[in-house]
């Protein structure tokens, strides 16, 4: 899916949902070395989005990086960034959960309730 078309249904619906823009499909039969070169190719796409994102939404209220340790609520992440927006956190991620599960970058949502409970 394109970004603004993800960006208006995230921030047009109530519910709380995560929409893959890009992922990779499942990696069980890669190499260490093709999954490493999916990675970085994945995390310049995520960095071009981002900006797009930064564009469309102004700075982002939380931002995590390659070096940093990801948000408690949001473990999986290689690279999060999040808008404070009235009732909820809208946020682009680039995530990888396993080995040979799909390298994703996705854009979605969670209300502060939401993000409480997955800290806990």
Excluded: C
């Excluded at 808008?83 to 040979?100: G, M, N």
């Excluded at 599960?101 to 309730?113: H, M, N, Q």
């Amino acid at each position: 899916m394109k970004l603004s078309d993800a960006i208006s249904k995230v921030s047009t619906t109530a519910k709380s949902q995560e929409i893959s823009i890009e992922d990779s499909g499942w990696l069980g039969d890669k190499s260490s070395a093709e999954i490493r070169k999916l990675n970085a190719a994945f995390r310049k796409r995520y960095d071009t989005l981002l900006l797009e994102t930064i564009q469309l939404l102004g700075e982002p209220s939380v931002k995590y990086g390659a070096k940093d340790k990801p948000p408690s609520w949001y473990p999986e992440t290689l690279s999060l960034a999040g808008w404070d927006k009235s009732d909820r956190t809208v946020f682009l991620a680039l995530v990888h959960h396993d080995q040979e599960t799909p390298i994703a970058i996705l854009f979605g949502s969670l209300t502060a309730k939401e993000i409480a409970e997955l800290e806990e």
